[in-house]
């Protein structure tokens, strides 16, 4: 089975390098956030491929997939995400007194041009779906990233700071170390679903050798 994952794949054209930045499990309580604040929007957009056979359709994937630096994922999560904040100065001090995100997640799935039938409809079903939980674990962890960054945010003080200066860099800095934090996450999860043997490797085998 591994040697069938080498020759799909192999190094110089795996797709699964990386299907970066990134939820809970289809099927679970949609993403979200602070249901009293904000709620993350979800948006899936798809690429179209092409075939009749579960091999067809995972080589027209390798063609078509979006592009991560050289190589071609399956799919792709990314995210906009930008903050309406008020700074407010008091006395000689600024205090960010509230920090409201606004986060748009998109995930990126092939879908096959025509219809399929049969077995390989209900292979196809299983990759996708498999393929779509991942995504979300990885919407998720962008989810938290911005309640993390939102906790952070609300209260934050800089003495000394009337034109509210300081406290920016604070910010920033903080925001970056979070950033970090949830690519390194993010990263993990790949290493792990995309190993020999893992959950991602296991989706692609089953949908291309039935056998």
């Known amino acids: 089975m591994t040697a ?5 794949c192999p190094p110089t054209e795996r797709l699964l ?15 979200g956030g602070n249901a009293a604040s904000w709620t993350a929007k979800e948006v899936v957009s798809t690429y179209a491929i092409d075939g009749a056979t579960g091999i067809d359709l995972y080589r027209s994937i390798g063609e078509k997939g979006p592009a991560i630096g050289p190589t071609r994922a399956i799919a792709h999560t990314t995210f ?8 407010q100065r008091r006395g000689r001090d600024c205090v960010l007194a509230s920090a409201v995100p606004k986060l748009i997640i998109t ?3 092939p879908k096959p041009r025509r219809a399929l039938t049969g077995a ?11 393929i779509a939980a991942h995504e979300r674990v990885h919407g998720a962890d962008i989810v938290a990233m911005v309640e993390a960054i939102e906790r952070e945010s609300v209260g934050l003080t800089a ?4 034109d509210c200066k300081k406290i920016r ?14 690519r390194a996450k993010s990263r993990a999860f790949d290493a792990v679903e995309m190993s020999a043997g893992g959950n991602v490797q296991r ?3 089953a949908l291309v050798d039935p056998s």
Request: a positive charge.
């Open 4 to 8: 069938l994952f080498e020759t799909l």
């Open 17 to 31: 390098r990386r299907c970066a930045l990134a939820l809970l499990l289809l099927g679970l309580a949609p993403v």
């Open 80 to 87: 906009k995400l930008t903050w309406r904040r008020d700074y």
């Open 107 to 109: 995930y990126t799935l």
């Open 120 to 130: 390989v409809a209900a292979r196809w079903k299983t990759f996708i779906d498999g």
């Open 159 to 162: 003495t000394n700071d009337p």
């Open 169 to 182: 860099t604070d910010l920033t800095e903080r925001l970056g170390r979070l950033s970090n934090e949830q």
């Open 203 to 205: 989706l692609i085998l």
